[in-house]
C-alpha cells in the first residue's frame, strides 16, 4: 500500500480515513528468544569499567614496588616470594589483583564470543571452554597463594 508525500500531509485522518499503519522493523518468529528482562549485559559492562580501575591501580602499584622500590626483577626468587607472601597484605593484593584480571578477561572475551561466533552450538563450547579455563585458573592461583610452603625442599 503505497501512499503518496501529497495524501499524507494534506490527509485528515477520521474513522473513515485512518492514519496509515507503520509496521514495526522486526516482527517476533518462533525462533526469536524471549528476553529475559535482566540486567546481566548492565552488570558486566559496569564490572568491566570499575575492575579495569581498580586494575590499573593494583597493577601499577605491584609493578612500582617490585621493579622500582624492591630493586628490580634480579631481586625476584623464591625466598623473596615466600617473604611477601608471609604477609596476608601481600596476598589478598595478589588473590585480588589474580580474581580481578581473570574475571575482567572472561568477562571480555565472552562479550567477543558473542559478537562474532555465529552458530549458537559454536557460541556454547567456546563460552563453556573459557569459563572451565577461567574456573580451573582462579581456583588453582588461590589455592598457590594459601597454600605456598616457604619451607619446601
Not at 99 to 123: F, P, V
Request: proline share 5%; glycine share 6%.
Amino acid at each position: 500500500m503505497a501512499i503518496e508525500t501529497s495524501q499524507v500531509n494534506d490527509a485528515t485522518y477520521s474513522p473513515d480515513n485512518p492514519a496509515p499503519v507503520i509496521e514495526p522493523p522486526r516482527a517476533r518468529t518462533g525462533r526469536t528468544p524471549r528476553t529475559t528482562r535482566t540486567n546481566f549485559e548492565l552488570y558486566g559492562w559496569l564490572f568491566m569499567r570499575l575492575s579495569g580501575i581498580v586494575l590499573v591501580v593494583l597493577v601499577l602499584g605491584h609493578l612500582l614496588i617490585q621493579l622500582v622500590l624492591e630493586g628490580g626483577v634480579s631481586k625476584v626468587s623464591f625466598a623473596f616470594v615466600a617473604g611477601r607472601w608471609a604477609s596476608p597484605f601481600w596476598q589478598a593484593w595478589d588473590l585480588i589483583m589474580l580474581w580481578l584480571a581473570m574475571l575482567h578477561g572472561a568477562n571480555g572475551l565472552r562479550t567477543i564470543i558473542n559478537d562474532y561466533a555465529e552458530r549458537d552450538a559454536t557460541r556454547f563450547w567456546l563460552k563453556m571452554l573459557l569459563y572451565t579455563a577461567t574456573i580451573f585458573t582462579v581456583l588453582l592461583g588461590t589455592l598457590v597463594i594459601f597454600t605456598f610452603d616457604p619451607n619446601i625442599r
